[in-house]
C-alpha cells in the first residue's frame, strides 16, 4: 500500500529567507552601479542644489567664490592700503584748519583698523608670505595664502568704518594741490574696503526671487506649451509614418532611410538651414506663406510673437517626427501577425484591429517615446537658441538659464534655475510612469 505524504500548507507556501552573508553580497553587486548613478546623476545636481543657495556671482569681485564665513583678501589689502594712507596723508599736509584735522583723523582711524585686523590670529600668520608676494610684485595665485577667515565682529567693524569714510571724505572742501591726493586716496579706499569679502549664502532666496520674476513664469509657460504642442504633434505623425513603413512595398527601405534624414542632421545645423527658409527676404518657406496669403508679409516668422512661435514648434517637429517614427516602428515589429489573422477571422475591420490590438500593444513603446520625447523638448536649448535666441516670447527655460549663467555671470540664479528644471523633469517622469501604466516599467507579465 502506497503512502503518501501530507506536505501543510505552511510548508508549502513557505518563504525563502536570504541570510546576511547573501544580502551583503546583493549590496556588493549592486554597490557600483550605484556608485555611477550618484556620481553620474545626483552629484551634478547636489552640486547645483549649493551653488544655489549662494550669490554667486563671476562678475563680481567679492561673489565670485562661495563664501559661508567673513574673508579677508590679503593680496587686494596690501596692494591698496599703503597707497591709501600715503595719499589721505599728502591730501592733509596740503590742507588746512578743519579738513587737515578730519584727514588726520582718518589716517588714525584706518591705522588703527589696519591694527586690529592683523590681530586676527589667521591673518597674522599668513600676512609675511602674503607681503613678500606683493613687495615683489607677484600675484597670489594660492587661495590658502591669499584669503584669510576674520570674525564677524571685526569685520563689521571695519566695513562700517570705511562706509562712513566714503561717504564723508569726498565732502570735504580741500584746496586745488590737495584735491587729486584725496581724490585717490578715497578711490583706493574701495578697495581697501572690498578686501573684506562678505557671505554671500542666501538660503532659498534665489529660489524666491524667481518665484516672483514675471519672466521666469512667461519662459516656463512657454516651454510646456511648446513641449505639449510639439510632442503631440510628433507622436500623431510619428504614427502616421511608423504605420506606412512597416507595411510591405516595393522601396521601403529606401523610404525607411530617407524618413530618418532629418533627424539624423545635428540640431544647430537644421536651425541654420530653417532660420535661412524662414527670413524674410529669400526665405522659400515665408514666400510661399506670404503668396498664399496666410501671413501677412515674409517677415513675420521670425519678427513677430505667433510666427515665432510657429516657426520653432514646425522646426522641431520636422526634426523629430523620425525619432518618434523610429520608436513606435520598433514596438510596431514586435507585435505578433497572428493576432490581425485571428481578428480578420473574427471579421474586425481595419480601423477596430488598430484601437483593439494596435495601441494596446504599442502602450509600452509610446511610454517610452512619448517620455524620451518630452524630456527632450522640455530641455530644448539649440533650436531657439539658433532660430530666435529667446525673442519673440520663445523664450525657454534653459535659454533663461543660460543667459543668467554665462551671458549675466549669475552663477547662483544660474544653478537655481537648473535645478528647478530638475525638478520639472523629475516630475514629468513620474506623471508618465503613473498615468500611462506604472507596469510598464516592471517585470510582472
Known amino acids: 500500500m502506497e503512502v503518501k505524504t501530507k506536505i501543510s500548507p505552511k510548508t508549502k507556501h513557505k518563504k525563502y529567507k536570504r541570510t546576511s552573508s547573501e544580502t551583503r553580497l546583493g549590496y556588493l553587486m549592486i554597490a557600483p552601479a550605484m556608485l555611477i548613478i550618484f556620481v553620474i546623476a545626483l552629484y551634478p545636481v547636489a552640486r547645483s542644489f549649493y551653488l544655489s543657495l549662494f550669490d554667486l556671482r563671476l562678475n563680481h569681485p567679492t561673489k565670485n567664490a562661495t563664501h559661508l564665513s567673513y574673508q579677508f583678501d590679503l593680496e587686494r589689502y596690501l596692494n591698496n592700503f599703503d597707497l591709501v594712507k600715503g595719499n589721505l596723508k599728502r591730501a592733509a599736509n596740503d590742507s588746512t584748519g578743519d579738513s587737515k584735522e578730519k584727514l588726520l583723523s582718518a589716517v588714525t582711524d584706518i591705522e588703527d583698523l589696519n591694527k586690529t585686523i592683523f590681530s586676527q590670529s589667521e591673518v597674522a600668520a599668513k600676512e609675511k608670505t602674503a607681503r613678500s608676494y606683493v613687495d615683489n610684485f607677484k600675484p597670489i595665485e594660492d587661495d590658502k595664502i591669499k584669503f584669510a577667515q576674520i570674525d564677524k565682529a571685526t569685520a563689521e567693524k571695519v566695513l562700517d568704518k570705511y562706509n562712513s569714510l566714503l561717504k564723508t571724505l569726498p565732502t570735504l572742501t580741500v584746496n586745488e594741490d ?43 509657460g512657454y516651454t510646456f506649451k511648446f513641449t505639449i504642442i510639439s510632442v503631440f504633434i510628433e507622436l500623431v505623425l510619428g504614427l502616421m509614418v511608423a504605420l506606412i513603413i512597416n507595411r510591405s512595398f516595393k522601396g521601403r527601405g529606401i523610404v525607411r532611410a530617407s524618413v530618418l ?18 527670413d524674410g527676404q529669400f526665405g522659400i518657406i515665408s514666400y510661399i506663406l506670404a503668396k498664399l496669403h496666410i501671413i501677412s508679409n515674409p517677415g513675420v516668422l521670425l519678427t513677430s510673437n505667433f510666427g515665432a512661435k510657429f516657426s520653432v514648434v514646425f522646426a522641431d517637429v520636422w526634426k523629430t517626427t523620425p525619432y518618434m517614427a523610429l ?42 517615446a512619448l517620455l524620451f520625447r518630452t524630456l527632450d523638448a522640455f530641455r530644448i536649448f539649440d533650436l531657439v537658441y539658433v532660430l530666435t535666441g529667446g525673442g519673440n516670447s520663445t523664450e525657454t ?29 523629475a516630475f514629468i517622469s513620474i506623471g508618465y510612469v503613473k498615468i500611462l501604466g506604472a507596469d510598464v516599467m516592471s517585470n510582472e507579465n
Open 178 to 220: 590737495a584735491k587729486p591726493s584725496l581724490d585717490k586716496g578715497t578711490g583706493l579706499m574701495q578697495e581697501v574696503r572690498d578686501s573684506i569679502i562678505s557671505p554671500n549664502f542666501v538660503g532659498l532666496d534665489n529660489y524666491i526671487y524667481f518665484g516672483k520674476d514675471s519672466r521666469f513664469w512667461e519662459a516656463t
Open 261 to 278: 534624414i532629418p533627424w539624423a542632421i545635428p540640431t544647430v545645423v537644421s536651425a541654420l538651414m530653417w532660420k535661412f527658409i524662414y
Open 327 to 368: 520608436l513606435l516602428l520598433a514596438g510596431l515589429q514586435t507585435i505578433d501577425s497572428t493576432l490581425y489573422e485571428a481578428a480578420d477571422v473574427d471579421g474586425a475591420t481595419k480601423l477596430q484591429q488598430f484601437f483593439r490590438v494596435t495601441l494596446p500593444l504599442l502602450k509600452p513603446t509610446m511610454l517610452v
Open 397 to 425: 527655460i534653459t535659454s533663461y538659464a543660460y543667459k543668467t549663467m554665462f551671458a549675466q555671470m549669475e552663477f547662483g540664479k544660474g544653478s537655481t534655475l537648473s535645478v528647478v528644471l530638475f525638478i520639472c523633469v
